[in-house]
C-alpha cells in the first residue's frame, strides 16, 4: 500500500517538479502523503538516494503518519546553493558533504534546535546545536574480484599504486573515482586524504595515467562495477556499496589499512524552515536511528558508532569544525582543483 | 529619672549594620573584580588564539608571477574549533582588494595594524565578531603589496565562560557577605558585653549606694566609669556636707531657743499684767515651734544618716512602743488625751533607733491633732509576713487630696489651723519605712473623725 501511494506520489512529484522550474538541479523528488490530505507537510532535501532514504521516511512516517513529506535528492553543491541563493524553504538538510554543512551553519543559514536526542550525541557529532551528525561512513575501494584474478588484493595505497602501475593494460580506462569538481563529498574525500595521506597525490597521478573515469556519484560508480564497466572504484561510500548493491553481483569492499577516511552524514534545519518544529521530530528521527540502541526502524545507514568499524579502524571521522572551511575557500579550491586536474586528466 | 534619657538607637546594630555594608561593599568590589579579570582573561585567550590563526594566514602568502598566493592552512582554523564551537570568518585583503574570505567583513584599513596584531569587536551577520587583523607586505613583481588578513570569531564563547564565572563569583560574594554579616553581629555583642556587665553592675547598685565601683573595664569604659566614681564621690561628700551642716544650724538654733523659752518662762511668771502675759504666751509658743522644727530637722538629718548606713539588729516592736508611749504620755496628758494600746510581742530586723524616732513623730502628731479628752489607738499586728503598726486619733483627719503629699518634705495638710509643725514628721516617718523596706498608709478613720496611720514593716 505503501509502494502504490509512493508511485502516485513520484507521478504526481514530476507534474510539480515541472511547475515548480526550480533554479537549483534536482535530481529526483518523492512524496510521501500523510493521512489528511490537507495535513503538515515537511520538505526535506537531501544527497541520498530516494532508494535508500525512502525507509527512513517511512518509519518516520509509522510514528508521525498525520506529517507528508516531499523529499528532493540533489548533489550537496546544489543544496548549499538552493539554501543559500534561492532561499528555497527547506525544513531539514541531509547532506553528506560534511564541509558544506559546516559552512552553512557558520555563515548563519542554520538554526539551533536542541532536544533530548541531540543531548545523546557525542560531542563529535555536532556543532553548535546546528549540525548534527547521525551516520559515520567510510569511504572504500570496492573492486570487481573478475578484474583482479591472480592478483593479491592491495591493502593499503602503497600496494595500490604499486599493483596499479605494474598492470596498466588492466586497470587502463577501468578505473573510477568522483569528480571533486562537481561532487561535495568527493571533494571533502579528496582534501582530507590529501592533508593526511603522503600517497594521495602519486594515487591521483597513476590514475590520471590509467584514464580514469570520473563520477559524479557513489551509485553510479557502484553500479559501473557491477556491470563490468569498472575494476575498481576508490573512494566510494561503504554504506552504498554494502547495503544497495544486488547481491547477486560479485562485488568485494576493500578497506585500505594505511588511512581512512570517515564522512559524518549530517542534518541541519535552515533558518528558511517554514515547520522547524516538526522539523526536529524528523531530525530526532534520524538521530533516533543513527545513535539510539533501540531504534526500531530499519537501519539504512550505518549508525554513527558502527561496532564492525570500530574493531577495524583507528580512524575518527572528519572533525566537524571551521577547519573543514579552509578548503572550501576559493583560493585554497582553486589551487586544490588545479593539482588535482593536471594530475588526474593527462593528455 | 528613667524618663530624661530616653533610649535612641543601639551601638549593637549600629555597628552590626556598619561591617555588614563594609561587608558588602567588599563583596560587591571583589565580585566585580573578579568578572572583570575573568572577562579579561576569556578575551585574552580569545585575541591570542585569533591573532595566531591570522598570523599563521599571513605566513603563507607569497607572490607567484605577479599575482598574490594564498594557501590558508588546515591549522589556521582547526586551531580556532579546538577550543570552541565559535563561528569563523575571514577576509584577505590586498591593497584594499578582497582576496579571499568574506567579503563584507568590515576591516579597519587604517595604519593601526602596522606591525603588530589589531583587534576589533564589532556587529556581523546578526553576531558580535571578535576581529583580529595582521598586516602583512609581499613583493609581487618587485611592487610592494600591503596584505591584510583578518579573522574573526563570534564571542558566544567568551561571553558564557565569563557569564559563568561571573555567577560563580556572585555565588562567593552573596556566601561571604552573608558570614561576615553574621560575624559582624557575633563581633558587635561580644565587644559590648562588657557594657552590658557594667549596666547590670550599676542597675543592681541600692538607691542610696554611692559607694565607687570596683571593677575591670575595657580601657574604652574605664574612663566612664572613673567619671562616674568621681560623680558619686562628689555627690556624697555634697550630701554629707549638707546633712551635716543642717544638723549644725538645728543644733546652733535649738540650744539659744531653750535659753529663750527658760528665759520666758521666767518673765511670764513675773509679770503681772494681763496683755504681757499673753505676749510672753505667745512668745513661748514661738520657740517652741521653732525648736520642734530645729528638732525635726535633726532627726530628719538623723535618720538620712542612718538610712544610709542602714543596721539591722533584732528589734521587738512592743517594747519600742512602750518606750515611745512612755516618753509621750506627759504631753498627752496634758490634754487628758488616753492612749489605748494593743500589744502582742512581735519582733523584727532594723534599726531600732530610726524606728523608735518614726514611731515618735507619728504619735507625736497623733497627739498634736487630738482634741483634748479624747483617745488615740495603737494596735501591732502581724498581718501574713509583714508586721503592722496602726495608730488612730479622734483628731480632725486629712482632706483627700492631701492624703498622697503629706509625706513629702515641709508639707502640711490643709487644715492644720493653729496646730505648731514643720512638716517633717510623717516625712521622717515614710523614709524610715522605705529604708526598711516597708510603706506607710495614711487613711480617715473608718467610724467617725479621725486618722489612721500605718505603718508596714517586713517581718524577715
Not at chain 1, 509509522?62 to 535528492?73: G, L, M, N, R
Not at chain 1, 536526542?117 to 567510510?138: H, I, K, M, N, Y
Not at chain 2, 496683755?275 to 535633726?298: T, Y
Request: hydrophobic share 45%.
Amino acid at each position: 500500500m505503501r509502494h502504490a501511494s509512493l508511485v502516485i506520489a513520484l507521478s504526481a512529484s514530476l507534474v510539480a517538479l515541472a511547475t515548480l522550474a526550480l533554479a537549483f538541479e534536482v535530481e529526483e523528488r518523492g512524496y510521501f502523503p500523510g493521512r489528511a490530505d490537507e495535513g503538515p507537510q515537511l520538505r526535506l532535501i537531501g544527497t541520498a538516494e530516494l532508494r535508500v532514504f525512502a525507509p527512513l521516511i517511512e518509519s518516520f512516517q509509522d510514528i508521525h503518519p498525520d506529517i507528508a513529506i516531499d523529499y528532493t535528492t540533489a548533489s550537496s553543491a546544489e543544496i548549499f546553493r538552493a539554501l543559500i541563493t534561492e532561499r528555497v524553504p527547506f525544513d531539514l538538510a541531509i547532506s553528506s558533504a560534511m564541509d558544506l554543512q559546516l559552512k552553512l551553519a557558520n555563515d548563519g543559514f542554520a538554526r539551533g534546535y536542541s532536544s533530548e536526542e541531540t543531548a545523546r550525541l557525542p560531542s563529535w557529532a555536532r556543532w553548535r546545536d546546528q549540525v548534527f551528525g547521525f551516520t559515520s561512513e567510510p569511504a572504500v575501494v570496492v573492486i570487481s574480484p573478475q578484474h583482479f584474478e591472480g592478483l593479491a588484493l592491495p591493502r593499503s595505497r602503497h600496494e595500490l599504486v604499486a599493483l596499479l602501475r605494474e598492470h596498466p593494460e588492466r586497470f587502463s580506462g577501468a578505473v573510477g573515482t568522483y569528480d571533486v569538481r562537481e561532487s561535495g563529498l568527493g571533494y571533502l574525500f579528496a582534501t582530507q586524504e590529501a592533508r593526511n595521506s603522503d600517497t594521495f597525490w602519486r594515487l591521483a597521478e597513476v590514475f590520471g595515467r590509467l584514464d580514469v573515469k570520473l563520477y559524479c556519484c557513489s551509485g553510479q560508480m557502484i553500479d559501473d562495477i557491477a556491470n563490468g564497466e569498472l575494476a575498481m572504484a576508490y573512494n566510494v561510500l561503504g554504506s552504498y556499496a554494502e547495503k544497495h548493491v544486488d547481491p547477486e553481483s560479485e562485488l568485494q569492499i576493500i578497506r585500505l589499512e594505511d588511512y581512512r577516511n570517515v564522512m559524518l552524514r549530517t542534518a541541519l534545519i535552515p533558518t528558511t524552515a517554514q515547520d522547524p518544529s516538526r522539523a526536529g521530530l524528523f531530525l530526532d528521527h534520524l538521530l533516533r536511528s543513527g545513535n539510539a540502541e533501540d531504534f526500531t526502524g530499519p537501519r539504512i545507514l550505518p549508525p554513527l558508532r558502527d561496532p564492525v568499524m570500530r574493531d577495524t579502524s583507528d580512524f575518527g571521522p572528519i572533525r566537524l569544525g571551521p577547519a573543514l572551511l579552509v578548503y572550501l575557500d576559493a583560493l585554497n579550491r582553486e589551487a586544490f582543483l588545479e593539482t588535482w586536474s593536471n594530475s588526474v586528466e593527462q593528455p | 529619672m528613667s524618663e530624661t534619657v530616653r533610649a535612641r538607637g543601639s551601638i549593637s546594630r549600629r555597628l552590626t549594620l556598619q561591617l555588614a555594608v563594609i561587608a558588602a561593599f567588599l563583596a560587591l568590589l571583589s565580585w566585580g573584580m573578579v568578572r572583570s579579570f575573568s572577562q579579561q582573561a576569556a578575551e585574552q585567550t580569545q585575541d591570542n588564539i585569533l591573532a595566531a590563526s591570522a598570523t599563521a594566514i599571513a605566513e603563507e602568502l607569497r607572490s607567484e608571477a605577479g599575482r598574490i598566493r594564498l594557501e590558508i592552512p588546515y591549522a589556521a582554523f582547526s586551531m580556532l574549533g579546538a577550543i570552541n564551537e565559535e563561528r569563523v570568518f575571514y577576509r584577505v585583503l590586498s591593497d584594499g582588494v578582497t582576496l579571499t574570505g568574506y567579503d563584507d567583513l568590515p576591516v579597519e584599513q587604517g595604519a593601526r595594524i602596522n606591525g603588530g596584531v589589531a583587534f576589533d569587536t564589532l556587529p556581523y551577520r546578526g553576531d558580535d565578531v571578535r576581529v583580529a587583523m595582521v598586516q602583512r607586505t609581499v613583493f609581487a613583481s618587485e611592487r610592494a603589496v600591503r596584505v591584510i588578513v583578518a579573522v574573526a570569531q563570534t564571542r558566544n564563547a567568551v561571553d558564557a565562560i565569563s557569564a559563568r564565572i561571573s555567577r560563580a563569583a556572585a555565588l562567593v560574594s552573596v556566601a561571604f557577605f552573608v558570614l561576615a554579616a553574621v560575624l559582624s553581629f557575633w563581633a558587635a555583642r561580644v565587644s559590648l558585653r562588657p557594657l552590658t556587665a557594667i549596666t547590670q553592675i550599676v542597675s543592681r547598685r541600692g538607691a542610696s549606694d554611692l559607694r565607687p565601683f570596683e571593677t575591670t573595664a575595657p580601657q574604652e569604659i574605664a574612663p566612664l566609669l572613673t567619671a562616674l566614681n568621681r560623680f558619686m564621690e562628689r555627690l556624697s561628700s555634697s550630701l554629707d556636707r549638707s546633712e551635716d551642716f543642717i544638723a549644725e544650724a538645728a543644733h546652733r538654733v535649738r540650744t539659744p531657743l531653750t535659753t529663750v523659752r527658760t528665759q520666758a518662762e521666767i518673765a511670764l511668771h513675773s509679770v503681772t499684767k494681763s496683755e504681757n502675759k499673753e505676749i510672753l504666751r505667745r512668745v513661748i509658743r514661738a520657740v517652741d515651734e521653732s525648736s520642734r522644727s530645729a528638732g525635726q530637722l535633726l532627726d530628719h538629718a538623723m535618720v538620712s544618716f542612718r538610712t544610709d548606713k542602714l543596721t539591722r539588729s533584732d528589734v521587738d516592736l512592743a517594747e519600742l512602743l512602750a518606750d515611745v508611749i512612755n516618753t509621750l504620755r506627759p504631753t498627752a496628758e496634758m490634754k487628758d488625751i488616753r492612749i489605748c494600746t494593743e500589744l502582742p510581742s512581735l519582733r523584727i530586723k532594723g534599726d531600732a533607733i530610726l524606728l523608735q524616732n518614726a514611731l515618735h513623730n507619728v504619735l507625736d502628731n497623733a497627739i498634736k491633732y487630738s482634741p483634748a479628752e479624747s483617745a488615740i489607738t495603737i494596735t501591732l499586728e502581724s498581718r501574713g509576713a509583714e508586721a503592722g503598726i496602726r495608730v488612730c486619733d479622734q483628731g480632725r483627719g486629712v482632706d483627700g487630696a492631701d492624703i498622697g503629699t503629706l509625706t513629702q518634705r515641709f508639707r502640711r495638710g490643709g487644715n492644720v489651723g493653729n496646730v505648731v509643725g514643720s512638716g517633717l514628721g510623717l516625712t521622717i516617718a515614710d523614709e524610715v519605712v522605705q529604708a526598711h523596706g516597708g510603706r506607710l498608709e495614711l487613711a480617715n478613720a473608718q467610724n467617725g473623725p479621725g486618722t489612721c496611720v500605718t505603718l508596714l514593716l517586713s517581718l524577715r
